[in-house]
């Protein structure tokens, strides 16, 4: 009887090393095979865009970097012409007016005098509203330099289908 129980319990023990034989392993590691498979692979192609875009990213960043350096360069020589015009407009104006005193205190009539002054408060209108208007175009040329929308757009990277491909787990189980 001690006998029969033995051969009792190795028998259920070459049944399981055949049902385990029958199913090998790999069928039961499939899925999890494929999931990492497929997770390594959408984890690649993301590195990989994301290199791409990157590198693109950085290009066109040097590029909108020019660009505003070559816009701030050129508000900065408007500026600066601008300034010049109007220190050469004050010493232009300071010196006619010590010649208008000058010429005032030369005049021996009363029509004189009023002539002197005519021809002064003329003169003076005349260049003030020709610096005005010169003024007012650089200032109208850098105002629409400064409000000029940047060339380079970033948007086309941030395009939510341009990142589908990343989405292709496998869906069977």
Do not use: C, I
């Not at 209108?125 to 175009?137: K, Y």
């Amino acid at each position: 009887m001690a006998t029969t129980a033995k051969a009792a319990v190795k028998r259920p023990a070459k049944a399981a090393e055949k049902t385990a034989e029958t199913t090998p392993a790999a069928d039961f590691m499939k899925p999890a095979e494929d999931f990492t498979a497929t997770a390594k692979a959408q984890f690649e192609d993301a590195t990989a865009q994301f290199s791409e875009s990157a590198e693109e990213w950085r290009e066109q960043a040097e590029d909108m970097a020019a660009d505003m350096r070559a816009r701030f360069e050129k508000q900065q020589q408007l500026a600066a012409d601008v300034n010049g015009e109007l220190m050469e407009a004050a010493k232009t104006e300071v010196a006619d007016a010590v010649q208008f005193a000058n010429d005032l205190g030369k005049a021996k009539t009363f029509a004189d005098a009023l002539e002197v002054q005519q021809a002064y408060f003329t003169n003076l209108f005349e260049t003030r509203v020709a610096r005005a208007q010169d003024m007012t175009s650089k200032t109208v040329e850098l105002a629409k330099d400064a409000m000029r929308p940047a060339a380079t757009d970033f948007g086309a990277f941030f395009d939510p289908a341009a990142y589908q491909k990343f989405f292709r787990f496998p869906t069977k189980a």
